[in-house]
């Protein structure tokens, strides 16, 4: 798999431009047509590839191969990735990513192909001292912590929040339950911070609520999937996902990821705490397991031996 942290250099243009002189008249001819048409030529598979451009299908796979990528599927996936960033909804991207003739088998795949593109990606663009600054003051605000997320984010903002509250006291998922988000804003303090989540499409919610937490002189942390997300600019600090997919919609595989090592670096910079507070849990479930399991089916008696 090629890099993670793509450049220019590293998408398809910049590889014909490089390897140009090392290609026959066949393979030339067909850079040539992708270099007209690029990305959308690559949303189709390499045999319509092939026949649109006059050519055979292992002209097109030995063409890739040249160029560096590791399959023509892996070319694909850094397609749609350059188309699907320009389009905002699910229904624009139906068409890119469901578009063309695929096998189920090939859409596992995909999954998994971008899932590990998205993984490596944010993890080699991770801001270390950003991220460092959000666990830091997660593990020791005086403070509440309030968890937010709208719409697609909100499965991976519940998931933190849970594994957040066993790691330390006052976390809140921000909006759930029975206190409305409006009531809870109503007591936000300084020594307060929000973590909140901002995916495309962006939400105009959780701006408004970051705005209240600045005025009111807490901490707004952020994990975001581009710099230009409207909560960004709002965040003491920052960091980012990538969530690109094979589908019309959004993955979250690498958030989870990335929430994942939040909750471990909190563990670890409160391990003495979390260790004690883990012990209480597990006294508090075989308690309350032992309670609430006694109204169930009455034993069968045993039958005697005829």
């Not at 804003?185 to 962006?202: G, K, M, N």
Request: charged residues 20%; aromatic residues 6%; contains cysteine.
């Amino acid at each position: 798999m090629q890099s993670p942290l793509q450049t220019p250099a590293d998408l398809l243009p910049g590889r014909l431009a490089r390897h140009g002189t090392a290609l026959t008249a066949s393979e030339r001819a067909l850079a040539d047509a992708l270099g007209r048409d690029y990305p959308h030529a690559l949303l189709e598979s390499a045999t319509a590839l092939a026949a649109r451009t006059g050519t055979s299908a292992s002209t097109v796979v030995r063409l890739f191969a040249k160029l560096g990528y590791a399959s023509y599927a892996e070319a694909q996936r850094e397609a749609r990735a350059e188309v699907t960033a320009l389009l905002q909804t699910a229904g624009q991207r139906a068409s890119v990513t469901i578009g063309t003739q695929r096998s189920l088998q090939q859409c596992v795949d995909d999954a998994l192909l971008h899932d590990q593109h998205n993984i490596a990606a944010t993890r080699e663009g991770l801001d270390m001292a950003a991220f460092e600054a959000l666990a830091t003051r997660i593990a020791h605000s005086p403070g509440r912590v309030f968890v937010l997320a709208q719409i697609n984010s909100a499965p991976v903002a519940a998931w933190l929040a849970l594994h957040l509250n066993m790691c330390r006291p006052g976390v809140h998922e921000l909006g759930a339950g029975a206190i409305a988000a409006t009531d809870q804003l109503l007591w936000v303090q300084p020594e307060d911070t929000l973590l909140a989540f901002s995916i495309r499409r962006y939400a105009s919610g959780p701006v408004k609520v970051a705005q209240r937490f600045r005025d009111a002189g807490a901490q707004v942390l952020a994990i975001t999937d581009s710099p230009a997300a409207p909560l960004a600019a709002l965040a003491h600090q920052r960091v980012q996902v990538r969530t690109s997919n094979a589908s019309p919609f959004d993955s979250y595989t690498a958030a989870f990821f990335l929430c994942n090592a939040l909750v471990s670096a909190v563990a670890q910079l409160r391990h003495e705490a979390v260790s004690e507070a883990l012990k209480r849990r597990d006294g508090l479930w075989t308690h309350f397991e032992s309670q609430l399991i006694v109204d169930g089916p009455a034993p069968v008696a045993r039958r005697g031996k005829r």
